[in-house]
């Protein structure tokens, strides 16, 4: 008999073990699925968040682009108005020369007339004086 309770604290013991492995497995697996899925969504969530500073990054970056392409454009605009104004400053410069060019020419235009004038004034008078001679 004592062999028999042997034998039966040993399968006892066997069936204890057996049955404890196989909770300690299930435990451990439970575990380690915890651990996956706590990894899996962490893995997620620094997968969300590095996606949104990439959209955060790629507006900042778009924003700052059209900024200087608006800088850029302003630059250029001052340019060409400044450039604009210089060739009217020029251009008034040219009509003012130009004015007085014109106005110079009518004076002596007037100039010849009046001594077509006289010169015609004297050749009537010499044509009388001849006459008269």
Not at 23 to 52: H, N, P, Q, W
């Amino acid at each position: 008999m004592i062999l028999a309770e042997t034998g039966d604290i040993v399968i006892g013991l066997l069936g204890g073990l057996i049955v404890g492995a196989g909770a300690l497995g299930a435990a451990v697996f439970f575990v380690m699925k915890g651990k996956v899925e706590a990894a899996r969504k962490s893995s997620s969530e620094d997968a969300d968040r590095i996606t949104e500073e990439a959209k955060k990054e790629a507006e900042n970056i778009l924003t700052a682009a059209r900024l200087d392409g608006k800088n850029e454009a302003l630059k250029l605009r001052e340019k060409v108005e400044q450039d604009l104004d210089k060739d009217r400053r020029e251009i008034k410069e040219l009509e003012k020369r130009i004015a007085k060019r014109e106005e110079s020419i009518e004076q002596k235009f007037e100039m010849l007339d009046r001594k077509a004038d006289q010169i015609e004034k004297r050749d009537q008078e010499i044509t009388k004086t001849q006459a008269h001679v």
